[in-house]
Nanobody
Framework: QVQLVESGGGLVQAGGSLRLSCAAS????????MSWFRQAPGKERELVAG????????SYADSVLGRFTISRDNAKNTVSLQMNSLESEDTAVYYC????????????WGQGTQVTVSS
C-alpha cells in the first residue's frame, strides 16, 4: 500500500507563507528522490523543487528559487515545502512525487493539495 498524503494547503495572502508536508508510506522512502510539482489552471504540471534521497542536493524552478525550500526527514518519511513570499502566480494544486530510477522505474504521486494566493 503505497501512499503519499499531502497536507498544509490553503488560502494565503500575497506575501505570506505556507508550509506543505507529504507523508510517505508503503515503500523504501530513503531510496527515492522526492519532489514537489504543481499544476495551475490551463497549465502543464511543472516541477517546483526536488531533493535527492539522502537530502544532499536540491533543485528549484527558477520561479521559486530563493522563496521556496524543500526538505526531507528520512526518519519520519516526510518531505516538506516551505513557501515564503507567496505570489498569485503560485496558485496551483501541489503534488508530492516519489521517483526511483535504475533497473526499473518507480513513480508515485499524491492526490495533491490546493494552494490559493490572494492579492
Amino acid at each position: 500500500q503505497v501512499q503519499l498524503v499531502e497536507s498544509g494547503g490553503g488560502l494565503v495572502q500575497a506575501g505570506g507563507s505556507l508550509r506543505l508536508s507529504c507523508a510517505a508510506s508503503g515503500f523504501t522512502f530513503t531510496s527515492y528522490t522526492m519532489s514537489w510539482f504543481r499544476q495551475a489552471p490551463g497549465k502543464e504540471r511543472e516541477l517546483v523543487a526536488g531533493i535527492t534521497s539522502d537530502g544532499g542536493r536540491t533543485s528549484y524552478a527558477d520561479s521559486v528559487l530563493g522563496r521556496f525550500t524543500i526538505s526531507r526527514d528520512n526518519a519520519k518519511n516526510t518531505v516538506s515545502l516551505q513557501m515564503n513570499s507567496l505570489e498569485s502566480e503560485d496558485t496551483a494544486v501541489y503534488y508530492c512525487n516519489a521517483w526511483r530510477g535504475g533497473l526499473d522505474i518507480n513513480d508515485y504521486w499524491g492526490q495533491g493539495t490546493q494552494v490559493t494566493v490572494s492579492s
